[in-house]
């Protein structure tokens, strides 16, 4: 076909352009702004329905100070989309292409708007022609290719990959129950995506038509290569007999079905997922970076304990519950669903927000129950989903937007803990923790009773000044397996020539986990009383070999004045290691794997130095698929270890048992944490891998190999 006639002149600026309402009539006009403005207005009001609803929220406990900084941070998470790739690099991509897409057409439509709105009719500024308009045209050709290109890749996966996070089943509901089928948003899902696509192609045909229409026009068919997707589907309209009288009606036609339906897009935003572009932002600016790690202090004033009624949300949970895009990335990590639990970290944030929608935009008043978030009501959450959570903090290291599922679960355990309602071994776990300061029910005077096993005396530091006061913890000091494990710590320090201590019965129960569970008044009780004993004691710094007791005295006890260094053990001994102090001979050859500890990885970012202990013991270390910040929980934390699994199911520790079985030849399975220790020896048993695979703490494999200083004196001195 032959090109279309252009003339010879040479063009000027002014003919390459476009004029958005050619062919229009002044009421085709008119009736387009109205339905603009209609929009605009749609938006804005669901836009104050939504600040409405987060303003029925509560104060949040932790304001986000240094705004300006948190603004930046938030910027460059969501322009890199850091944490949307993480463990997941197709969908990473693809939002991509669709964010960049999206964001340049969007930024495209408001040039437009600024140049026709604004800046012609008010300034007199005209920019939107020659070389300004050629790259704006290319741009937005290929942003719309990135666009619909990320589409087509989010379409497949959920058409016929359909990942399993992705699948909307409900643990934590039956067949039968009101609120059991969420295929409303896997509908919903499909309709953004497909709005989305249609809006995009149907962008490509209008410019089709319209370069088919004026191709006769100077400017219009010579400048086709600046517009190159547009170009082709003209090209191929042409070749279809397509004339350019006839391409006008077209033109028309799909100038206002795009229009509309890019309209009702915005009209909708604030009403459907869509709303996730603003409140993901939101969420991600203030994120706490110790949303987990650091719970929330009870405050003086606050008339009640905990979240009984979606009111007792602060504004920022509010906001967390929309900013969720029910990726299922914590879903997929959580090892309570793995273990079969009626517990998904989605779906409980998803039944807050049909709640939060359903009762606070309908603005209920403050004494309506049905603002009440405990119990069976439809989008209510469980007791039995509540005390299935282990803390670990997976679904709120993974997520994407910041959400934090592990303080609302924990203030809502809070309610339930206030009311007495829990199992009743838990109960007594409390109960017996308040009276004797550990779990164990024994008496305070016997928390220093395993030193006395070994060839030396320990210090007390309440009345011996130290270098290092050691936090034992419970687990390592009753527990007659990790009293072993204590006795070996003691024998490297004493090696190495540390001066440490302990603060015999002075010591309880630090309260991590006890906090975790709920119960907020026992947890500052224990915490004073540690805070006290440590403020008794004279030393430098605290060690403690229980990742759950550095984690609150690191991260909690300063919100009480309890204000210390403290490292991990693997931190102290790799240090020591490096002063020449302790010299670890590569005796071991085994094929070994490490568990991160929750508390010690995800919690304290401590990944390094069990690694680096463990090479120089001679072990091959191989990782197990999840490892360091994905590491899977052993089930003890958030108080679960007090409380029973329920019969005929596999334990969160048998899964991670049979993960690290999968391994050829594996011989040794490391921990660095004393419930670690306890809970998967138990399983290597009751998954029928005794005598295949042997638990061994760190700390065991250290002294198999070790020479210290003072050692190699003593025995020159032999």
Known sequence: MNEPNVGSAALQPEQVTRILFEGFAPAAVVLFYAIAWAAIAAFAWGCYVQVRKYRRGQPDPEPAAGLGRRLLQMAATVLSHRTVGRRDATAGGAHWLIFYGFALLFLGTSIITLQVDVSDPLLGWKFWYGDFY???????????????????????????????????????????????????????????????????????????????????RPGVWSTRIWSPVGAAIAQAMRGAGLSSPAAGPLREALWWFHGILALGFIALVPRTKVKHIFTAMGSIAVRDPLAAQRLPKLQ????????????????????????????????????????????????????????????????????????????GKTGQVSQETLWSCRTCMACVEICPVAVEHVPVIVQMRRKLVEAGEMDPLLQKTLQTIHKSGNSFGESRRKRGSWTKALPFPVKDARKEAVDLVWFVGDYASFDPRNQKVSQAFARLLHGAGVDFGILFDAESNAGNDVRRVGEEGLYEHLA??????????????????????????????????????????????????????????????????????????????????????????????????????????????????????????????????????????????????????????????????????????????????VTSEAALAQDAVA
Request: aromatic share 8%.
């Open 134 to 216: 050629l790259v704006f045209s290319l741009v937005l050709d290929l942003a719309g290719v990135a666009l619909i290109a990320g589409l087509i890749v989010m379409m497949v996966r959920r058409g016929w990959i359909r990942p399993p996070k992705l699948d909307y089943a409900r643990p934590d509901r039956q067949p039968g129950d009101p609120d059991y089928d969420r295929s409303g948003y896997r509908r919903e899902d499909w309709a953004f995506l497909w709005t989305l696509i249609t809006i995009g192609v149907t962008g490509y045909l209008l410019e089709a038509a319209r370069l088919v229409w004026l191709q006769d």
């Open 528 to 705: 004073e009383s540690n805070i006290a004993a440590l403020g008794s004691a004279r030393f430098r710094r605290i060690v403690t070999t229980d990742p759950h007791s550095l984690n609150t005295i690191r991260n909690e006890y300063p919100q009480f004045g309890g204000d210390w260094q403290i490292v991990h053990y693997t931190a102290l001994l790799v240090e020591l290691v490096r002063q020449g102090r302790l010299a670890v001979e590569p005796r071991l050859g085994s094929r070994a794997t490490y568990h991160d500890p929750c508390h010690l990885g995800r919690f304290n970012k401590e990944y390094d130095a069990p690694r680096e202990l463990l090479r120089a013991t001679g072990c091959e270390l191989i990782e197990m698929p999840r490892s360091r910040d994905n590491s899977f929980c052993c089930g003890a934390g958030g108080g679960r270890i007090w409380m029973p699994d329920p019969v005929g199911k596999e334990t969160p520790a048998q899964i991670r048992i049979r993960e690290a079985a999968r391994i050829e030849g594996l011989e040794v399975f490391v921990v660095a944490c004393p419930k670690d220790l306890t809970m998967f020896e138990d399983a290597v048993k009751t998954t029928g891998n005794e005598g295949r695979i042997v638990v061994r703490e760190l700390i065991e494999l250290i002294e198999e190999c």
């Open 300 to 375: 003086p004033q606050a008339a009640q304990v905990g979240y009984a009624r979606i009111t007792d949300l602060t504004w920022k949970h509010l906001l967390n519950l929309d900013a969720c895009t029910k990726c299922g990335r914590c879903h997929e990590a959580c090892p309570a669903r793995a273990a079969g639990a009626p517990l998904s970290p989605r779906d409980l944030i998803l039944s807050l927000r049909e709640h939060s929608n359903r009762s606070l935009e309908r603005n209920l008043i403050a004494g309506d129950a049905d603002l009440d978030i405990h119990g």
